[in-house]
């Protein structure tokens, strides 16, 4: 059974730091393409960052708002992608979330979409008060 958990949200003033965690069992984590998502209250859930797998080269992509402040990094021996945000604005507040998506060989691309990830966390809330 395959299972992502988030970890690693909370409340931070503007200007601050987090650092999200995503651990993962059930599947060969190293072959899978990671990403992180989140979804303000009243809006559609949005892409942040992605990973490629390990035999991609770990390529990672962001998001324009994040660029800069966020950064997405793999650690395959602990099965574990993190998302560590710096400089953290209130519209950063929202629900993160981790997604997984098997990467065959050669197949190394930029995943934006839900539909492209097989599975998900439950999420895990950042605030970030004004």
């Known amino acids: 059974q395959v299972q992502l958990v988030e970890s690693g949200g909370g409340l931070v003033q503007t200007g601050g730091s987090l650092r999200l965690s995503c651990a993962a069992s059930g599947l060969p984590f190293s072959s899978y393409a990671m990403g992180w998502f989140r979804q303000a209250p009243g809006k559609e859930r949005e892409f942040v960052a992605a990973i490629n797998a390990r035999r991609s080269g770990g390529r990672t992509y962001y998001t324009d708002s994040v660029k800069g402040r966020f950064t997405i990094s793999r650690d395959n021996a602990k099965n574990t992608v993190y998302l560590q945000m710096n400089s953290l604005k209130p519209e950063d507040t929202a629900v993160y979330y981790c997604?997984?998506?098997?990467?065959?060989?050669?197949?190394?691309?930029?995943?934006?979409?839900?539909?492209?990830?097989?599975?998900w966390g439950q999420g895990t809330q950042v605030t970030v008060s004004s």
């Open positions: 997604a997984a998506d098997y990467e065959v060989a050669g197949t190394a691309r930029l995943r934006v979409h839900d539909h492209e990830y097989d599975y």
